[in-house]
């Protein structure tokens, strides 16, 4: 009997083990096929977009280029004047744009904006941009404890804030999309930015554990997350990193990326890097040793030319 109940697990083994061969073989050759085919794009008419940090740069342009598209927009963001300016130009174009002053690290003032949209008649939130970020160069050691604090509030719990404030009603609806601005930041460290780039692996972290916990309750199946991954947009933040291949690790412009992150959106990606070849560049550097990828990324940073340049700064200046 008790054999008997041996050969039978085992072949209930063998044979889970070949579904699950197949299932994989299936989702790889289907991932293949939209590498080259990509999927179709879905219409944003008549969603309701929430763009946070939308006075400025990216957030801007993702409120002109998606009110084009016939989505209603709803601005946040700290400065008025700035999100004044975003809705001028979204109503110049013949959008539809509404504008809140919020300050996004405070959760009740997030909460309270919400209470607001509702009480003016906004429709329902149906897509969520959180796109509101701050960035400080600063060496480790000579960090403020103010500065790290505010970097944590605007970069990670902004989104905590704005992701359980809408989530419930696109559940309640049964479809909706998260989009949460990250940057290649929160996949790499960078020197001189420990508190950015941790924020940002911090958001990575979030978006990657509330996709796997919807994904396993299959009544929100139709909840989309999309996590974008910025390399170095002109925003005024960052500082040209002045990389090798600037057709690769070059500047682009608020505008490009707002299109790019319209597509991910679009499209459905759960990850989408700008440019896209990033992601895929860094699956490969993580199947080799960590020296050999150290290499390559002092190579395409141009490590040497910077450490020669800044020795004869110091000779320059001792002379």
């Keep these: 009997m008790s054999c008997m109940k041996s050969i039978f697990t085992f072949s209930h083994l063998l044979y889970d083990l070949f579904v699950f061969s197949m299932r994989i073989t299936f989702a790889m050759t289907v991932a293949a096929f939209k590498m080259i085919v990509p999927s179709r794009s879905k219409n944003l008419l008549g969603e309701?977009?929430?763009?946070?940090?939308?006075?400025?740069?990216?957030?801007?342009?993702?409120?002109i280029q998606l009110a084009s598209l016939g989505c209603i927009i709803v601005c946040w963001d700290v400065d008025t004047e700035a999100n004044r300016s975003t809705m001028s130009l979204v109503s110049k174009n013949g959008g539809e744009a509404y504008g809140f002053v919020v300050d996004v690290s405070k959760r009740l003032e997030?909460?309270?904006?919400?209470?607001?949209?509702?009480?003016?008649?906004?429709?329902?939130?149906?897509?969520?941009?959180?796109?509101?970020?701050?960035?400080?160069?600063?060496?480790?050691?000579?960090q403020d404890t103010?500065?790290?604090?505010?970097?944590?509030?605007?970069?990670?719990?902004?989104?905590?804030?704005?992701?359980?404030?809408?989530?419930?009603?696109?559940?309640?609806?049964g479809k909706g999309h998260?989009?949460?601005?990250?940057?290649?930041c929160g996949i790499y460290g960078v020197s001189q930015k420990v508190a950015y780039c941790s924020s940002k692996f911090a958001v990575r972290g979030l978006m990657e554990a509330l996709y796997e916990e919807l994904r396993l309750d299959h009544k929100n199946t139709n909840i989309q997350f999309t996590t974008i991954y910025p390399f170095y947009v002109d925003t005024g933040l960052a500082r040209d990193p002045k990389y090798r291949f600037p057709y690769i690790f070059?500047?682009?412009?608020?505008?490009?990326?707002?299109?790019?992150?319209?597509?991910?959106?679009?499209?459905?990606?759960?990850?989408?890097s700008i440019p896209r070849c990033l992601l895929t560049l860094n699956s490969i550097n993580?199947?080799?040793p960590e020296s050999a990828m150290r290499l390559i990324l002092d190579f395409l940073a141009n490590v040497d030319r910077k450490r020669r340049e800044k020795l004869a700064a110091r000779e320059t200046v001792a002379s």
Aim: with cysteine; glycine share 8%.
């Design 178 to 184: 998260v989009v949460c601005v990250c940057s290649m």
């Design 146 to 173: 103010d500065i790290i604090e505010k970097t944590f509030n605007v970069n990670v719990l902004s989104n905590f804030w704005t992701i359980e404030t809408f989530l419930p009603t696109m559940m309640q609806n």
């Design 286 to 288: 993580r199947l080799i």
């Design 110 to 142: 997030v909460r309270e904006a919400a209470r607001l949209m509702r009480k003016v008649g906004v429709p329902e939130v149906s897509i969520l941009i959180n796109n509101a970020a701050v960035l400080y160069h600063c060496p480790f050691l000579n």
């Design 48 to 63: 309701t977009v929430l763009i946070t940090g939308a006075g400025h740069g990216i957030g801007r342009e993702l409120a």
């Design 250 to 272: 070059g500047v682009v412009s608020p505008g490009y990326a707002a299109g790019e992150i319209i597509k991910a959106v679009r499209r459905n990606y759960t990850e989408y």
